[in-house]
């Protein structure tokens, strides 16, 4: 508001684009403005997140042993790896996890941020690289121009969809998820 912002891009998680959505499409006079300033959501794949205090604190900390000043990136593929600045590896089992999850994740349906213009995950894509699901013009406006500006680089290997899509079910169920 105070910086008058009238193009605004917006990263979030599926319950953020949820939200987002809201404001988008508000018959509000006092939300139009915000809604119409919002230009481009992208939604990231999300299968639950984690307190900060017991993943960190508790798990990582007291019962790992881990120096979390020295990690350099999480990624949860089948299990929660943890990287290590020396390039080191600690793996953690999901199910050590369980206790972490945010207790409104577990009624949460939504994988993909369906109501945003491109969701964006790893699932689905060799490491190193995203998978992009463009949902509509916007989105598709968006990517073709980061293309043409060399901005994005597109891979050459096919996308495994079967991966998504059964996450994608699996969460619509609200089922426990394993993603091994
Ligand atoms: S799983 Fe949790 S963090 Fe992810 S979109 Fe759903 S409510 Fe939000």
Redesign the pocket.
Known sequence: MEKKCRKIAIIG????VQAVNRIRTSENDLLKPFGRSIRLVIGLF????FDYHMLVEVLLKKEHHVDTWNIDRLDVRGKLEVTMRDGSLVTIPLEELQGAI?P??R??T?FT?LFSDISAGAVGSRRGHTTLIVRNETGRAFLQEAITQNALLVGENPVDTSAIERLGRM?AKNVSIDRS
């Open positions: 998680v599926p319950c953020v999300c299968t639950e997140t945010r409104g994740c009624h949460c939504d941020a969460k």
